[in-house]
Structures are given as C-alpha cells and as structure tokens.
C-alpha cells in the first residue's frame, strides 16, 4: 500500500499542499466546511496527521505546556483544591489545542524532568523560590507564570488576597470575642512546634504562609491579642497530634485559625475526641473554601478562593506569554491578584449558618 502523505490527500481533494497542512495545524486559515472535507478523506485514506515529533522541529515548538509541582504529584493530585486548579488550567489550554504536562519537583533527588522535559512555558505552582527544579526552567528561559508565590520582578504571578481573606477570617473571631487564640499553620521558622509571641510574618517560608499569617496578625495585633503558633511539619501527616497537643494546653485555646481546610479537619477530629463541643467550646476557620468544609460537622467556616478561576488566569498568561514570543506586537500579560471571601457557617456560630 502506498505511502499517504499531503500531497496525495491534496489530490485527492483538489487543493494545495499547504491547504492540506493548515487543515492540521491552522484550522483557522481555512472554512470549516473545506477543513472537514479534507479530514474526512484523510481519515478515509488512513492519514493520522503530520508526525508531532516533525511538525515540532519545523516550528520549533511542542504544543505542551508543563506546571511544576513542588509537592509529591500522588498527594498533590489526591487534594480536590489542587485537583480542580490543574483542571481549569488542562481545560483553558485544551481549548487551544495544547497538552499539559506534570514536571515533579524531583525524581530521587534529581531535576531531570525540569531540565529536559520538552515544552513551550511552565506554570510554577506554589513551589519553594529556590527550588532547584524552578532554577532549570527559568535557566532554560522558558515563559513562566508564578501561582500562589512571589514572582521574580517583572516577572507575570496569578495570586489571591491571602492577606485580606486572612484578616477577616481572624476579625471574625475577634468580633466573637475570642482572645484565646491559635494559628495552625506549616513551614513557619526553623521548626516544628509551639511558639508565643513575639511573632513575625517574615518568619514564614513561603508567600502564602507569609501572607495569611500577616493577615491573622493584623487583626489579632490590633485587638491586643498574641496568638499561639501551632507550626507542624511540611507534610500534614502529623496534624492530628499537633492538634491534639494544642487543645491539651492547661490555656487551651478557644479559637483556632487554619491554614487551609485540611489542617482545620484535623482540629475538627481533635475536638470530637478532646469531648469539645463546636463552636461552643472551640471556634474553628480553614481555608480555601475545599469540598471538605460542606461535608464536616459542623460545616467549616472557611476563607472561599475561586480556583477555577485561578487556573483559567494562570493558563489565559502564559498562552500570553508564549504568544508573545512569536510576536512582539501581541501585549504582555500583566499579573493578577483575585479576590476571596469569607464563609461563615457552623464551625463559628453553630448549625444552620450559612
């Protein structure tokens, strides 16, 4: 059988080479009804389209766009927060005919995948600044977009009000009246464990961490309150002992701040085995507005994010970005900083708030 290449389909249909090629990969140079015409006898004909590895020479792109994880991908991808943001980022792509690909952090300690992993940009999620494996994309120099951390300067980040979701969610627990006041968080100084003030953002590792603690202290500094910091490791596992040891305190706390809503269910389940009732005994507000906090009892009161809508702005940047690189006229995307808000419901004024 003879070869089928796009000049045997451009006879076939009465059109040029080029014609046939664009029906590939630049459907919008042609009509929709030519376009269809020329896949139907191409598919007739068994013609699968021009070889990716080819085509990719030729343009010297690869129609894949990578975002590195700084986390285990298994227990990255087992979270429904992150889950949905990849989502909305493989979605907004897909519809521009890219494909995604997952960079881990590392590989047994190496950065292989960074360094070698053919794509046209990378979307950096939430990863440590000095992460090796963000080094070699951005020695690589390939466009770049900053979720949830500091972007280097000039540099495109898609962020949220941390800060401000955060200070509301602690002036809510100072409207209550709580003083006695715990912040449940990670990556905060050298070490794991308890700390009394005087504290400080900056001792936090990571934007985000720096920036909701900034936000719970603005408004508990102000109402002269000095929290506990409840600092457990990286990796969540040990967050039922911490909590568990936080509520143990002869000044246990009457109100608990949470970095995210997996940390809050932990608090949650320390209080119900503590005998604590909630929020009776016990106030207690996450973050992220996870699909956990409608399914615990109480409902968690928690800081909503739209992450969705994250993941469409990180993914509509980069196209941006990698527009750009092809034509100097198409405009820079700018960074952005979406809003968030607080959800108050059972965990922090009882069953049946909304």
């Known amino acids: 059988m003879a070869r089928v290449t796009l000049q045997s389909i451009a006879d076939r249909v009465g059109v040029s080479r080029m014609t046939v090629s664009n029906a590939f990969s630049r459907p919008d140079q042609l009509s929709g009804a030519l376009r269809e015409r020329i896949l139907a006898v191409a598919a007739d004909l068994g013609y699968l389209g021009p070889d990716p590895s080819a085509r990719s ?54 950065v292989v995948p960074a360094r070698d992993v053919a794509m046209d940009g990378a979307i950096a999620f939430s990863c440590d600044p000095e992460l090796p494996a963000l080094d070699w994309l951005q020695r690589r120099d390939l466009p770049l977009v900053y979720v949830d951390m500091t972007a280097p300067s000039g540099e495109v980040a898609i962020t949220i009000d941390d800060r401000g979701g955060a200070r509301a969610a602690a002036q809510h627990i100072v409207d209550l009246g709580h003083r006695r006041v715990a912040l449940l968080t990670t990556g905060y100084g050298p070490e794991p464990g308890i700390t009394t003030g005087p504290l400080t953002a900056s001792a936090a590792r990571h934007r985000v961490i720096t920036e909701r603690l900034a936000g719970w202290l603005d408004a508990l500094t102000a109402a002269g309150i000095v929290p506990l910091v409840v600092n457990q490791p990286d990796d969540y596992s040990s967050a039922p002992l911490a909590a568990a040891r936080m509520l143990d305190r002869p000044d246990r ?72 690189r092809a034509d100097n006229s198409v405009s820079r995307p700018r960074g952005r900083r979406l809003p968030v808000q607080l959800q108050v419901r059972g965990s922090t004024l009882g069953d049946g708030v909304g």
């Open 57 to 110: 020479l030729a343009t010297g792109t690869t129609g894949t766009i990578g975002v590195l994880w700084a986390s285990d991908l298994r227990y990255a991808l087992a979270d429904e927060v992150s889950a949905r943001f990849l989502g909305a980022v493989a979605d907004e792509l897909g519809r521009e005919g890219l494909a995604l690909t997952l960079v881990p952090a590392s590989v047994d300690g190496a």
């Open 253 to 324: 706390p009457t109100a608990v701040l949470c970095l995210t809503d997996v940390l809050a269910q932990s608090v949650l389940a320390a209080a119900s085995d503590a005998g604590l009732a909630v929020p009776g005994d016990l106030a207690i507000i996450g973050f992220d507005d996870h699909p956990l906090t409608l399914r615990t009892r109480p409902t968690l009161t928690t800081v909503r994010q739209d992450v969705d809508a994250k993941g469409r702005a990180a993914a509509r940047a980069l196209l941006g970005l990698v527009a750009g």
